[in-house]
Protein backbone atom coordinates (compact mmCIF):
# COMPACT_ATOMS: atom_id res chain seq x y z
CA UNK A 1 0.00 0.00 0.00
CA UNK A 2 1.49 3.19 -0.67
CA UNK A 3 1.66 5.71 1.37
CA UNK A 4 -0.88 8.27 -0.11
CA UNK A 5 -2.99 5.85 0.15
CA UNK A 6 -2.94 5.19 3.80
CA UNK A 7 -3.13 8.74 4.05
CA UNK A 8 -6.56 8.77 2.45
CA UNK A 9 -8.31 6.44 4.04
CA UNK A 10 -7.05 7.56 7.29
CA UNK A 11 -8.54 11.05 6.32
CA UNK A 12 -11.60 9.32 5.44
CA UNK A 13 -11.76 8.20 9.32
CA UNK A 14 -11.22 11.55 10.60
CA UNK A 15 -13.92 13.38 8.30
CA UNK A 16 -16.29 10.22 9.45
CA UNK A 17 -15.62 11.22 13.02
CA UNK A 18 -15.17 14.30 13.58
CA UNK A 19 -16.61 16.15 10.41
CA UNK A 20 -20.06 16.75 12.10
CA UNK A 21 -18.84 19.16 14.32
CA UNK A 22 -17.20 21.23 11.57
CA UNK A 23 -14.16 21.57 13.44
CA UNK A 24 -12.63 19.42 16.14
CA UNK A 25 -9.82 20.34 18.59
CA UNK A 26 -6.43 18.85 17.51
CA UNK A 27 -6.07 17.40 20.86
CA UNK A 28 -9.13 15.62 20.73
CA UNK A 29 -7.63 13.36 17.59
CA UNK A 30 -5.80 10.29 17.41
CA UNK A 31 -1.79 10.17 17.52
CA UNK A 32 -2.51 8.96 13.96
CA UNK A 33 -4.40 11.77 12.77
CA UNK A 34 -2.51 14.33 14.39
CA UNK A 35 0.64 12.84 12.51
CA UNK A 36 -1.29 13.04 8.68
CA UNK A 37 -2.26 16.43 9.90
CA UNK A 38 1.19 17.24 10.59
CA UNK A 39 2.77 15.98 7.81
CA UNK A 40 0.27 17.71 5.69
CA UNK A 41 1.22 21.21 7.21
CA UNK A 42 4.66 20.61 6.49
CA UNK A 43 4.22 19.47 2.90
CA UNK A 44 4.99 15.71 3.48
CA UNK A 45 1.14 15.02 1.83
CA UNK A 46 0.38 18.36 0.14
CA UNK A 47 -1.43 18.79 -3.14
CA UNK A 48 -2.12 22.12 -4.51
CA UNK A 49 -5.26 23.70 -2.90
CA UNK A 50 -6.46 27.16 -3.94
CA UNK A 51 -9.19 29.76 -2.26
CA UNK A 52 -8.96 28.52 1.45
CA UNK A 53 -9.96 31.98 2.74
CA UNK A 54 -12.96 30.53 4.49
CA UNK A 55 -11.40 27.77 6.08
CA UNK A 56 -9.95 27.82 9.70
CA UNK A 57 -6.91 29.77 9.68
CA UNK A 58 -7.10 29.88 5.86
CA UNK A 59 -5.48 26.30 5.62
CA UNK A 60 -6.49 23.27 3.22
CA UNK A 61 -5.13 20.58 1.75
CA UNK A 62 -5.91 18.18 -1.17
CA UNK A 63 -4.34 15.05 0.77
CA UNK A 64 -5.85 12.67 -2.45
CA UNK A 65 -7.10 12.42 -5.68
CA UNK A 66 -6.80 16.26 -6.48
CA UNK A 67 -9.71 16.81 -3.49
CA UNK A 68 -9.11 20.18 -1.53
CA UNK A 69 -10.47 19.42 2.25
CA UNK A 70 -10.92 22.30 5.03
CA UNK A 71 -8.25 20.87 7.31
CA UNK A 72 -9.49 22.99 10.84
CA UNK A 73 -12.88 23.46 9.49
CA UNK A 74 -15.00 26.46 8.24
CA UNK A 75 -15.48 29.41 9.69
CA UNK A 76 -18.81 30.72 10.82
CA UNK A 77 -21.67 30.60 8.44
CA UNK A 78 -20.09 28.27 5.66
CA UNK A 79 -19.67 24.65 5.40
CA UNK A 80 -18.64 22.30 2.79
CA UNK A 81 -15.58 20.61 2.32
CA UNK A 82 -13.73 23.81 1.47
CA UNK A 83 -16.09 25.74 3.06
CA UNK A 84 -17.49 27.44 -0.54
CA UNK A 85 -20.89 27.06 0.95
CA UNK A 86 -23.42 29.53 3.07
CA UNK A 87 -25.16 28.36 5.78
CA UNK A 88 -29.14 28.95 6.44
CA UNK A 89 -29.63 32.60 6.94
CA UNK A 90 -30.67 31.78 10.50
CA UNK A 91 -27.68 29.79 11.35
CA UNK A 92 -24.15 31.09 13.19
CA UNK A 93 -22.44 27.45 12.57
CA UNK A 94 -24.14 24.38 10.77
CA UNK A 95 -23.11 21.56 9.61
CA UNK A 96 -20.12 21.19 7.17
CA UNK A 97 -20.77 18.30 4.57
CA UNK A 98 -22.11 19.56 1.57
CA UNK A 99 -22.10 16.61 -1.17
CA UNK A 100 -18.70 15.20 -0.36
CA UNK A 101 -19.77 12.97 2.22
CA UNK A 102 -23.40 11.94 2.78
CA UNK A 103 -24.47 13.30 5.38
CA UNK A 104 -28.46 14.43 5.83
CA UNK A 105 -28.16 16.72 9.13
CA UNK A 106 -25.75 19.25 6.73
CA UNK A 107 -28.23 21.95 7.31
CA UNK A 108 -29.23 21.79 10.82
CA UNK A 109 -27.66 24.72 12.40
CA UNK A 110 -25.23 24.11 15.28
CA UNK A 111 -25.52 27.84 16.41
CA UNK A 112 -28.46 30.25 15.97
CA UNK A 113 -27.86 34.07 14.59
CA UNK A 114 -29.03 36.57 16.98
CA UNK A 115 -32.99 36.73 17.38
CA UNK A 116 -32.82 32.97 16.50
CA UNK A 117 -33.56 30.34 18.93
CA UNK A 118 -32.67 26.20 18.81
CA UNK A 119 -35.60 25.33 21.01
CA UNK A 120 -37.54 22.20 19.42
CA UNK A 121 -36.33 23.11 16.40
CA UNK A 122 -32.86 22.84 14.59
CA UNK A 123 -33.77 25.50 11.78
CA UNK A 124 -33.37 28.20 14.46
CA UNK A 125 -36.80 30.22 13.24
CA UNK A 126 -38.76 32.65 15.94
CA UNK A 127 -42.08 33.73 14.92
CA UNK A 128 -42.81 36.51 12.62
CA UNK A 129 -41.86 40.13 14.12
CA UNK A 130 -39.73 38.39 16.73
CA UNK A 131 -36.45 39.48 17.14
CA UNK A 132 -35.81 37.30 19.67
CA UNK A 133 -37.02 33.70 21.47
CA UNK A 134 -36.81 30.92 23.56
CA UNK A 135 -39.21 28.92 21.48
CA UNK A 136 -41.56 29.28 18.64
CA UNK A 137 -44.30 30.37 21.23
CA UNK A 138 -42.59 32.82 23.51
CA UNK A 139 -40.64 35.59 22.09
CA UNK A 140 -38.24 37.87 24.18
CA UNK A 141 -37.98 41.32 22.30
CA UNK A 142 -40.07 41.70 19.44
CA UNK A 143 -39.33 44.08 16.41
CA UNK A 144 -40.51 48.13 16.79
CA UNK A 145 -43.92 48.50 16.07
CA UNK A 146 -45.12 45.04 17.50
CA UNK A 147 -45.92 43.44 21.13
CA UNK A 148 -47.40 40.48 22.76
CA UNK A 149 -46.44 37.14 23.70
CA UNK A 150 -45.28 35.84 19.95
CA UNK A 151 -44.82 39.91 18.60
CA UNK A 152 -48.55 39.39 17.04
CA UNK A 153 -49.76 42.38 17.61
CA UNK A 154 -49.15 45.80 16.32
CA UNK A 155 -48.23 48.91 18.19
CA UNK A 156 -51.26 51.92 18.34
CA UNK A 157 -50.36 53.67 15.20
CA UNK A 158 -50.22 57.10 17.13
CA UNK A 159 -46.94 56.14 19.39
CA UNK A 160 -43.74 57.84 19.20
CA UNK A 161 -41.86 56.07 16.68
CA UNK A 162 -43.80 53.12 16.95
CA UNK A 163 -42.51 51.73 20.42
CA UNK A 164 -44.91 50.15 22.77
CA UNK A 165 -44.41 48.33 25.61
CA UNK A 166 -44.58 44.06 24.44
CA UNK A 167 -46.46 43.50 27.30
CA UNK A 168 -49.45 45.46 27.05
CA UNK A 169 -48.99 47.73 23.62
CA UNK A 170 -48.48 50.69 25.91
CA UNK A 171 -47.00 54.00 24.38
CA UNK A 172 -43.77 54.15 26.16
CA UNK A 173 -42.39 57.15 24.91
CA UNK A 174 -45.24 59.19 24.46
CA UNK A 175 -47.64 60.12 21.36
CA UNK A 176 -46.38 60.99 17.85
CA UNK A 177 -48.09 64.62 17.87
CA UNK A 178 -50.17 66.78 20.27
CA UNK A 179 -53.38 66.29 18.95
CA UNK A 180 -53.41 62.41 20.33
CA UNK A 181 -53.71 61.65 24.23
CA UNK A 182 -54.33 58.90 26.31
CA UNK A 183 -51.73 55.76 27.41
CA UNK A 184 -52.09 54.29 24.11
CA UNK A 185 -52.86 57.50 22.27
CA UNK A 186 -55.79 56.45 20.45
CA UNK A 187 -58.03 59.46 21.98
CA UNK A 188 -58.27 63.26 20.39
CA UNK A 189 -57.07 66.53 22.56
CA UNK A 190 -60.40 67.83 23.73
CA UNK A 191 -62.01 70.03 20.62
CA UNK A 192 -60.82 67.56 17.98
CA UNK A 193 -62.12 64.52 16.42
CA UNK A 194 -61.41 61.90 13.44
CA UNK A 195 -59.37 59.32 13.08
CA UNK A 196 -56.02 61.40 12.57
CA UNK A 197 -57.45 64.11 15.20
CA UNK A 198 -57.43 66.51 12.40
CA UNK A 199 -60.68 67.71 12.27
CA UNK A 200 -62.16 70.01 15.20
CA UNK A 201 -65.66 69.73 16.93
CA UNK A 202 -68.27 72.22 16.86
CA UNK A 203 -67.79 75.27 18.93
CA UNK A 204 -71.02 74.87 20.41
CA UNK A 205 -70.60 71.02 21.72
CA UNK A 206 -70.97 71.27 25.72
CA UNK A 207 -67.42 71.29 27.33
CA UNK A 208 -65.93 71.09 23.85
CA UNK A 209 -66.59 67.70 23.82
CA UNK A 210 -67.10 65.71 20.59
CA UNK A 211 -67.42 61.51 19.11
CA UNK A 212 -64.09 60.99 17.86
CA UNK A 213 -65.62 58.84 14.65
CA UNK A 214 -67.67 61.04 13.90
CA UNK A 215 -68.16 64.69 15.52
CA UNK A 216 -71.36 64.08 17.27
CA UNK A 217 -71.30 66.39 20.59
CA UNK A 218 -72.17 63.31 23.13
CA UNK A 219 -72.49 65.99 26.38
CA UNK A 220 -75.37 68.08 24.55
CA UNK A 221 -74.79 71.53 23.41
CA UNK A 222 -73.28 74.45 25.27
CA UNK A 223 -76.91 76.18 25.29
CA UNK A 224 -80.64 75.70 24.68
CA UNK A 225 -80.90 77.92 21.93
CA UNK A 226 -78.58 75.27 19.62
CA UNK A 227 -80.31 71.87 18.38
CA UNK A 228 -78.91 68.70 16.72
CA UNK A 229 -76.36 66.27 16.70
CA UNK A 230 -73.77 68.49 16.19
CA UNK A 231 -75.48 71.72 17.57
CA UNK A 232 -75.16 73.44 14.63
CA UNK A 233 -78.53 74.46 13.96
CA UNK A 234 -80.44 77.22 16.09
CA UNK A 235 -84.17 76.00 18.02
CA UNK A 236 -87.01 76.81 16.21
CA UNK A 237 -87.68 80.76 15.72
CA UNK A 238 -84.32 82.06 16.28
CA UNK A 239 -81.26 82.35 13.77
CA UNK A 240 -77.73 83.99 13.43
CA UNK A 241 -74.33 82.57 14.35
CA UNK A 242 -75.51 82.20 18.05
CA UNK A 243 -78.53 81.30 17.09
CA UNK A 244 -79.15 85.07 19.21
CA UNK A 245 -81.39 86.46 16.70
CA UNK A 246 -85.51 86.02 16.36
CA UNK A 247 -87.21 84.97 12.71
CA UNK A 248 -90.08 87.03 11.81
CA UNK A 249 -93.53 86.44 13.58
CA UNK A 250 -94.50 86.25 9.60
CA UNK A 251 -92.76 83.21 9.01
CA UNK A 252 -95.15 79.87 8.40
CA UNK A 253 -94.27 77.40 11.23
CA UNK A 254 -91.88 79.84 13.06
CA UNK A 255 -89.10 79.02 11.35
CA UNK A 256 -85.99 80.89 9.19
CA UNK A 257 -83.13 79.83 7.59
CA UNK A 258 -79.85 80.47 10.25
CA UNK A 259 -77.50 82.16 8.00
CA UNK A 260 -79.89 85.22 7.13
CA UNK A 261 -83.63 85.18 8.49
CA UNK A 262 -85.24 83.78 5.49
CA UNK A 263 -88.40 82.22 5.75
CA UNK A 264 -87.57 78.73 4.46
CA UNK A 265 -91.16 77.22 4.94
CA UNK A 266 -92.57 80.54 3.60
CA UNK A 267 -94.91 83.40 4.67
CA UNK A 268 -97.96 83.52 6.99
CA UNK A 269 -100.95 84.50 4.44
CA UNK A 270 -100.79 88.05 3.46
CA UNK A 271 -97.48 88.55 4.02
CA UNK A 272 -93.93 88.28 1.55
CA UNK A 273 -90.46 89.22 1.52
CA UNK A 274 -87.30 87.32 2.48
CA UNK A 275 -88.28 87.99 5.74
CA UNK A 276 -92.01 87.82 5.49
CA UNK A 277 -91.97 91.59 6.10
CA UNK A 278 -93.99 93.39 3.51
CA UNK A 279 -97.43 93.18 2.90
CA UNK A 280 -99.35 91.38 0.04
CA UNK A 281 -101.63 93.22 -2.21
CA UNK A 282 -105.05 93.82 -0.72
CA UNK A 283 -106.42 92.58 -4.66
CA UNK A 284 -105.01 89.17 -4.25
CA UNK A 285 -107.21 86.34 -3.62
CA UNK A 286 -107.25 85.18 0.28
CA UNK A 287 -104.11 88.08 0.54
CA UNK A 288 -101.60 84.64 -1.05
CA UNK A 289 -98.96 86.21 -3.00
CA UNK A 290 -95.47 84.42 -4.13
CA UNK A 291 -92.73 85.14 -1.52
CA UNK A 292 -89.94 86.49 -3.63
CA UNK A 293 -91.80 89.10 -5.47
CA UNK A 294 -95.39 89.64 -4.08
CA UNK A 295 -96.68 88.75 -7.07
CA UNK A 296 -100.38 87.71 -6.58
CA UNK A 297 -100.97 83.86 -7.10
CA UNK A 298 -104.72 84.83 -8.09
CA UNK A 299 -106.57 87.73 -8.26
CA UNK A 300 -110.17 89.15 -6.23
CA UNK A 301 -113.41 89.68 -8.80
CA UNK A 302 -112.99 92.00 -11.31
CA UNK A 303 -108.93 93.01 -10.87
CA UNK A 304 -105.95 91.75 -13.09
CA UNK A 305 -102.10 92.31 -13.48
CA UNK A 306 -99.52 90.76 -11.29
CA UNK A 307 -100.40 92.58 -8.25
CA UNK A 308 -104.18 92.39 -9.21
CA UNK A 309 -104.09 96.34 -8.69
CA UNK A 310 -106.39 96.94 -11.93
CA UNK A 311 -109.77 96.60 -12.91
CA UNK A 312 -111.05 94.45 -15.70
CA UNK A 313 -111.51 95.60 -18.54
CA UNK A 314 -115.40 95.29 -18.22
CA UNK A 315 -117.49 95.23 -15.24
CA UNK A 316 -120.06 92.58 -16.92
CA UNK A 317 -117.21 89.77 -17.33
CA UNK A 318 -118.48 86.36 -16.12
CA UNK A 319 -118.50 85.73 -12.59
CA UNK A 320 -116.42 89.39 -12.78
CA UNK A 321 -113.54 87.29 -14.19
CA UNK A 322 -110.95 88.74 -16.53
CA UNK A 323 -107.68 87.30 -17.72
CA UNK A 324 -104.81 87.97 -16.05
CA UNK A 325 -102.23 89.78 -17.93
CA UNK A 326 -104.99 91.29 -20.35
CA UNK A 327 -108.08 92.42 -18.36
CA UNK A 328 -110.39 90.89 -21.17
CA UNK A 329 -113.21 88.70 -20.56
CA UNK A 330 -112.10 85.95 -22.18
CA UNK A 331 -114.19 83.37 -20.05
CA UNK A 332 -116.88 84.73 -21.00
CA UNK A 333 -119.90 87.38 -20.42
CA UNK A 334 -122.55 88.05 -17.42
CA UNK A 335 -126.53 87.89 -18.58
CA UNK A 336 -127.40 88.14 -21.92
CA UNK A 337 -124.05 89.99 -23.04
CA UNK A 338 -121.94 88.67 -25.62
CA UNK A 339 -118.17 89.29 -26.54
CA UNK A 340 -117.43 91.99 -29.08
CA UNK A 341 -114.90 91.50 -31.54
CA UNK A 342 -112.92 93.44 -28.43
CA UNK A 343 -113.36 90.57 -26.60
CA UNK A 344 -115.17 92.70 -24.18
CA UNK A 345 -118.67 92.18 -22.88
CA UNK A 346 -120.57 94.85 -24.90
CA UNK A 347 -122.60 93.49 -27.28
CA UNK A 348 -125.92 92.38 -27.01
CA UNK A 349 -127.39 88.89 -27.54
CA UNK A 350 -129.98 88.39 -30.37
CA UNK A 351 -133.45 90.30 -29.78
CA UNK A 352 -132.15 91.89 -26.93
CA UNK A 353 -130.98 95.46 -25.94
CA UNK A 354 -130.36 97.92 -23.03
CA UNK A 355 -127.16 98.80 -20.55
CA UNK A 356 -127.83 95.08 -19.49
CA UNK A 357 -128.79 93.55 -22.22
CA UNK A 358 -132.67 92.33 -20.33
CA UNK A 359 -135.09 94.48 -22.38
CA UNK A 360 -136.51 92.16 -25.88
CA UNK A 361 -136.00 94.59 -28.91
CA UNK A 362 -138.88 96.16 -30.18
CA UNK A 363 -139.44 94.76 -32.81
CA UNK A 364 -139.23 90.91 -33.12
CA UNK A 365 -139.05 90.59 -37.32
CA UNK A 366 -135.08 92.70 -37.13
CA UNK A 367 -132.90 91.21 -39.23
CA UNK A 368 -130.87 88.75 -37.46
CA UNK A 369 -132.91 89.32 -34.72
CA UNK A 370 -130.64 92.04 -33.80
CA UNK A 371 -131.05 96.10 -33.22
CA UNK A 372 -129.51 99.10 -31.39
CA UNK A 373 -128.17 98.33 -27.98
CA UNK A 374 -129.45 101.97 -26.61
CA UNK A 375 -132.73 102.11 -28.97
CA UNK A 376 -133.81 99.02 -29.21
CA UNK A 377 -134.55 99.35 -33.07
CA UNK A 378 -133.77 97.23 -35.79
CA UNK A 379 -130.00 98.00 -37.11
CA UNK A 380 -130.41 96.90 -40.32
CA UNK A 381 -133.67 96.71 -42.29
CA UNK A 382 -136.72 94.58 -41.41
CA UNK A 383 -137.58 91.72 -43.28
CA UNK A 384 -139.29 91.77 -46.51
CA UNK A 385 -140.52 88.72 -45.90
CA UNK A 386 -142.24 89.69 -42.34
CA UNK A 387 -146.07 90.19 -42.28
CA UNK A 388 -146.19 94.13 -41.37
CA UNK A 389 -149.55 94.07 -40.83
CA UNK A 390 -150.86 95.14 -37.41
CA UNK A 391 -151.83 92.58 -34.70
CA UNK A 392 -155.73 92.42 -34.43
CA UNK A 393 -155.27 91.51 -30.56
CA UNK A 394 -153.41 94.70 -30.14
CA UNK A 395 -156.02 96.80 -31.88
CA UNK A 396 -158.96 95.33 -30.12
CA UNK A 397 -157.27 95.81 -26.79
CA UNK A 398 -156.27 99.36 -28.01
CA UNK A 399 -160.16 100.02 -28.35
CA UNK A 400 -161.92 98.93 -24.93
CA UNK A 401 -159.19 100.19 -22.91
CA UNK A 402 -160.38 103.56 -24.53
CA UNK A 403 -164.18 103.15 -24.21
CA UNK A 404 -163.47 102.22 -20.75
CA UNK A 405 -161.10 104.97 -19.74
CA UNK A 406 -164.08 107.56 -21.27
CA UNK A 407 -166.92 105.83 -19.55
CA UNK A 408 -164.87 106.13 -16.24
CA UNK A 409 -163.81 109.71 -16.90
CA UNK A 410 -168.47 110.59 -17.50
CA UNK A 411 -169.09 108.69 -14.51
CA UNK A 412 -166.40 110.64 -12.28
CA UNK A 413 -167.83 114.40 -13.92
CA UNK A 414 -171.56 113.47 -13.03
CA UNK A 415 -171.14 112.60 -9.71
CA UNK A 416 -168.97 115.58 -8.87
CA UNK A 417 -171.62 118.14 -10.60
CA UNK A 418 -174.38 116.00 -8.81
CA UNK A 419 -172.87 116.36 -5.12
CA UNK A 420 -172.12 119.94 -5.78
CA UNK A 421 -176.42 120.59 -6.87
CA UNK A 422 -177.61 118.83 -3.90
CA UNK A 423 -175.26 120.80 -1.62
CA UNK A 424 -176.88 124.30 -2.99
CA UNK A 425 -180.33 123.34 -2.82
CA UNK A 426 -179.90 122.14 0.96
CA UNK A 427 -177.95 125.42 1.53
CA UNK A 428 -181.37 127.57 0.05
CA UNK A 429 -183.83 125.56 2.22
CA UNK A 430 -181.82 126.22 5.26
CA UNK A 431 -181.95 130.18 4.36
CA UNK A 432 -185.15 129.88 4.43
CA UNK A 433 -186.51 128.48 7.23
CA UNK A 434 -183.82 130.88 9.31
CA UNK A 435 -185.97 133.90 7.90
CA UNK A 436 -189.56 132.04 8.89
CA UNK A 437 -188.07 132.14 12.51
CA UNK A 438 -187.29 135.31 12.85
CA UNK A 439 -190.90 136.69 11.26
CA UNK A 440 -192.51 134.36 14.01
CA UNK A 441 -190.53 135.44 16.86
CA UNK A 442 -191.33 140.10 15.77
CA UNK A 443 -194.70 139.52 14.75
CA UNK A 444 -197.51 140.91 17.64
CA UNK A 445 -200.47 139.23 15.91
CA UNK A 446 -201.78 135.93 15.95
CA UNK A 447 -199.03 133.58 16.39
CA UNK A 448 -199.57 130.99 13.44
CA UNK A 449 -197.42 128.01 13.30
CA UNK A 450 -194.71 127.65 10.37
CA UNK A 451 -194.47 124.44 9.14
CA UNK A 452 -190.46 124.04 7.82
CA UNK A 453 -189.58 122.04 5.56
CA UNK A 454 -187.96 118.95 5.96
CA UNK A 455 -184.25 118.78 7.50
CA UNK A 456 -181.20 117.10 5.53
CA UNK A 457 -179.29 115.62 8.19
CA UNK A 458 -175.68 114.40 7.61
CA UNK A 459 -176.87 110.69 7.64
CA UNK A 460 -179.40 111.29 4.89
CA UNK A 461 -176.72 112.74 2.48
CA UNK A 462 -174.61 110.14 3.23
CA UNK A 463 -176.76 107.21 2.48
CA UNK A 464 -177.74 109.25 -0.87
CA UNK A 465 -174.14 109.62 -1.46
CA UNK A 466 -173.32 106.04 -0.96
CA UNK A 467 -176.27 104.98 -3.27
CA UNK A 468 -174.90 106.97 -6.00
CA UNK A 469 -171.72 104.96 -5.65
CA UNK A 470 -173.56 102.00 -6.37
CA UNK A 471 -175.04 103.07 -9.63
CA UNK A 472 -171.66 104.09 -10.73
CA UNK A 473 -169.90 100.90 -9.93
CA UNK A 474 -173.11 99.35 -11.63
CA UNK A 475 -172.19 101.33 -14.43
CA UNK A 476 -168.62 100.42 -14.54
Not at 112 to 136: E, F, V
Not at 305 to 314: G, L, P, V
Request: hydrophobic share 20%; glycine share 8%.
Amino acid sequence: MSIANCIGRNHRRLVQGYGNTGYQPLEKMTLFARLIIMLTLVGVVSGECTNCHRCVDDTCSDPVNNICFCVYGCKPGYRGDRCLHDCPEQCYTCGRHYGWINDPTYEICYECKYGYHNGSSTNCLCPINCQQCTSTTQCTLCYPGWHGTTCQSSCPLNCKDQTCRKSDGMCTDGCSSSSFVGDYCNDCKSGLYGDNCHLICSTNCKDNTCRKSDGVCINGCSSSSFVGDYCNDCKSGLYGDNCHLICSTNCKDNTCRKSDGYCTSGCRNGWYGTSCNLQCSFFCNESECHQDDGVCYECISGKYKSYCETDCKSDTCLYNKCERNSGLCTIGCSGNLILGTDNLCQACKAGKYGSTCDIDCISQNCKNNKCDKITGTCIDEQETTADTSPDISFVIGWVFGGCAFTVNVALVIYICYKRRHTTTAETKRETERNDNEVAYINTDVEIVAVQPEQVITYEDLKRRTDAESSEYSVIT
